[in-house]
């Protein structure tokens, strides 16, 4: 009987490791996480952009609080390509139809993007007419503080 009963324990111990490690692979929980984007590479934004999605499909939407934030030369993420010519400060202009799709699709999942009021002012963009989709509400007064506000608020730090 002794022999019956701890076979049942170790059945039972050993089936909560596996249940339980099954379900920590499967969920990871509600994250809050900041991506910080200064750089204005269009292969590396475009890669920045593939990143959010796949943590969005791993983690869920409704289980994600995903906020980007964009400043130096990350702007060019949203700049309008037809603004290039007149901000001489700014390399590319990457806010071309295809990243311009992928911006709106992240959007609609929840993600917000920060934009870094100094960036705007000391290259003197307009960011009703040369950024993409930028509210008010979108901009910052610091990119650099914003990212650091935020991961004081508990927020995972990811640079891609």
């Known amino acids: 009987m002794k022999s019956i009963s701890k076979l049942l324990l170790t059945a039972v111990i050993i089936s909560g ?5 099954q379900a920590l692979a499967e969920g ?13 590479n269009p292969k590396q934004q475009a890669g920045a952009l593939r990143n959010i999605q796949n943590h969005i499909n ?8 995903l906020k980007v934030v964009l ?9 309008e390509p037809e603004s290039l010519a007149e901000l001489k400060k700014f390399k590319h202009a990457n806010a071309d139809d295809k990243m311009t799709a992928k911006v709106s ?54 640079k891609p």
């Open 17 to 21: 490791f596996v249940l339980g490690g």
């Open 28 to 40: 990871y929980g509600k994250q809050k996480v900041v991506y910080h984007i200064n750089y204005d």
């Open 58 to 65: 791993a983690v869920g939407a409704e289980n994600l609080d």
């Open 71 to 79: 400043h130096g030369n990350g702007l060019a993420l949203l700049l």
């Open 105 to 158: 699709d992240l959007k609609g999942q929840g993600v917000s993007f920060h934009v870094c009021a100094n960036t705007v002012r000391g290259r003197k963009v307009d960011v009703e007419s040369d950024l993409y989709d930028v509210a008010k509400d979108d901009i910052v007064p610091s990119g650099v503080a914003e990212v650091a506000k935020l991961q004081a608020m508990g927020y995972s730090y990811i």
